[in-house]
């Protein structure tokens, strides 16, 4: 199992989603894995600068529960969520390692859009969706 961590970034009415260039595909909030030694937390603010170049300002945990079908590039089957609320600062930037596109969209637009399994199933869960 994995450990996980996920940005919710909400402005105006639109989250901040980026179309993931590696498995798995669609379109997603920021995330990333914990890596050994580092909390959720740290975790949160590392992966959030370097997949959209954003400072976190303050966070507060959503959720955390594992997702047992949650599969990975590394072939992972099973991840174990920390998913926040973030607040950020600074100018997005999208980090061409990571993102095809990176924009923000009203929940009506994202209803049209082909979702990481993963995130469609976060924004269903907060009824965004």
């Known amino acids: 199992m994995h450990f996980s ?8 009415g639109k989250y901040l989603l980026i179309d993931r260039v590696r498995e798995p595909f669609g379109f997603a909030g920021l995330a990333g894995h914990v890596d050994e030694g580092e909390t959720p937390e740290e975790a949160l603010i590392r992966e959030t600068e ?8 303050s966070h507060a945990l959503l959720f955390e529960e594992e997702v047992l079908w949650n599969y990975c590039g590394a072939g992972v089957g099973s991840h174990y969520w920390y998913l926040y609320s973030c607040e950020v600062e ?3 930037r999208k980090e061409d390692g990571e993102a095809k596109s990176m924009g923000w969209y009203t929940p009506a637009e994202m ?3 082909k979702m990481e399994p993963v995130w469609e199933y976060w924004f269903r869960k907060m009824g965004v969706l």
Not at 5 to 12: L, P, S
Request: net charge positive; no cysteine; glycine share 14%.
């Open 5 to 12: 961590v996920g940005a919710v970034i909400r402005k105006d």
């Open 111 to 113: 209803k049209n859009l």
């Open 90 to 92: 600074g100018k997005e």
């Open 50 to 57: 370097e997949e959209s170049g954003l400072k976190v300002v």
